[in-house]
């Protein structure tokens, strides 16, 4: 194994700072604050909606918006579809609904283009705004930057809408119900009868859909999480906390288990004997399947930097590629297009089927191929990825009071250059920012357990000295 060390890559992924003529709101994942502060004021997204407003009138169409369940949701959306609004186009409101959801329905209604209101994986007091395109993926550069010249003040004021000029707000009654429909369209004749399933909704999105059609599939489920408050969102539980769901697998003798995050882009399994299965364990097993009934075009699995090095072997075992992109499901579902993949994805759950989903990141969709796989094929999850050997990872997330480059703090590059001699061309270094929250991630990973852990805790605490944030009083 050879050793890759990783700082900051190119511009604006998610090991980036932006620079004057990038975004510098949005994010890898769209725009993210704390809740009623910063650009999350109600004021700044109302001017975020003129900005989609105007966007849409030209496209000569609607903007559909969906949120997740948080407290704070509802305000925005409410700024949001004022703004919107204000500039004349109309608004489709589609409530609580997960995020690919949103993405699926945007065609067959027409819009111009989707807003989620969603911090996605995060605590309930943050939240966010990811603005897609009319085809489902997220919004150019381009839009991105036009938009937030509304939210500086910058764009130049339109001519006055008053009266039947401004736009419509419509409520959709039944979006739960269409998005279902929509993916059993996508899985015709699929059975899950005879499995148990433990769903862990993260007291998210998918809170009501994902045990009712997985019920309606024929499945014994054991619902965990899925009942949202506003404030429990992703507490303790979903895909970032999945060991209660893994719990429950073994405690109810489930055959499997998922987890989904806040707003239902992610899904993390576990298997009969309890075992946490990663994105890399999906992409693992529907790759090899793929793959063996030829239908995975240019025997390759698209997965990213911080894909664990033992998927890479097993992938090369079975005769299969894994090409890697900087992290972030916008650049796998970008190198997904370009070659035309059809499958690729993160560990942290998110991963994308390709063309036959409009490369769109769905939890569910991810959930139903591994469950139609499992069915199929008679094998446990276990069973599927029993190649899959992870070589020992340790991952550190720093919260930090500044993000300088990495390159530029002497004590951490020595630390880098100390883990490089200790892991001796058998390991990989990653160390990057966060482009969704004020955190370094430092990531080593290598054969000797002991050595992993002791590097990677030596880059931390070099981090931790030179831009560590102040521990809460």
Do not use: W
Not at 84 to 91: Q, R, T, Y
Not at 380 to 386: D, I, R, Y
């Amino acid at each position: 194994m050879i050793l890759v060390r990783i700082s900051p890559t190119p511009p604006h992924d998610e090991d980036s700072t932006p620079t004057m003529d990038k975004p510098r709101y949005f994010g890898t994942d769209g725009i993210r604050d704390v809740a009623n502060r910063g650009t999350l004021l109600p004021e700044r997204v109302l001017a975020l909606g003129r900005g989609l407003g105007v966007l849409a009138r030209e496209s000569t169409g609607a903007v559909a918006i969906a949120m997740d369940p948080r407290r704070s949701s509802a305000l925005l959306r409410s700024a949001l579809s004022a703004g919107i609004a204000s500039e004349g186009a109309s608004v489709l409101d589609l409530g609580v609904l997960p995020t690919p959801a949103l993405a699926v329905l945007l065609k067959p209604m027409r819009a111009a283009f989707g807003a989620m209101v969603s911090a996605s994986h995060n605590p309930a007091e943050d939240n966010g705004i990811k603005v897609l395109n009319a085809d489902g993926s997220k919004a150019t550069e381009a839009d991105e930057l036009r938009l937030e010249s509304f939210i500086d003040g910058s764009a130049p004021r339109g001519a006055e809408r008053i009266g039947a000029d401004v736009g419509v707000i419509e409520t959709c009654a039944d979006a739960v119900g269409l998005y279902e429909g929509q993916l059993l369209a996508r899985f015709p004749g699929l059975s899950l009868r005879g499995l148990k399933i433990v769903v862990d909704a993260a007291n998210g999105a998918t809170a009501v859909v994902a045990p009712q059609l997985l019920h309606r599939l024929g499945a014994d489920v054991i619902a965990l999480h899925a009942q949202p408050d506003g404030i429990n969102i992703n507490a303790g539980c979903g895909a970032v906390h999945p060991a209660s769901m893994a719990q429950a697998v073994l405690a109810h003798g489930a055959h499997v288990g998922v987890a989904f995050d806040g707003d239902g882009d992610r899904a993390i399994f576990a298997s009969h004997d309890g075992v946490v299965r990663d994105g890399d364990s999906v992409l693992y097993a529907c790759g090899l399947d793929r793959h063996v009934r030829g239908r995975l075009p240019g025997a390759t699995v698209v997965g990213t930097v911080m894909s664990n090095f033992g998927l890479e072997l097993a992938l090369r075992d079975a005769g299969i590629a894994l090409a890697r992109t900087p992290v972030g499901d916008r650049h796998v579902a970008a190198l997904l297009r370009e070659r035309e993949f059809a499958l690729g994805g993160e560990p942290s759950g998110h991963v994308i089927f390709g063309a036959e989903h409009g490369y769109v990141g769905d939890g569910l969709v991810c959930a139903l191929s591994l469950f139609e796989l499992i069915t199929r094929t008679k094998r446990s999850l276990a069973h599927l990825v029993a190649d899959l050997k992870p070589v020992p990872q340790v991952l550190l997330n720093l919260r930090v009071r500044a993000k300088p480059p990495v390159a530029e703090l002497p004590t951490v590059v020595s630390a880098m250059d100390a883990a490089e001699k200790a892991l001796a061309g058998s390991g990989r270094v990653l160390v990057r920012y966060s482009g969704t929250e004020n955190l370094l991630r430092v990531m080593v990973e290598g054969r000797d357990a002991g050595t992993v852990d002791a590097t990677a805790q030596a880059i931390f605490a070099a981090a931790k000295i030179a831009i560590g944030a102040p521990s809460a009083p």
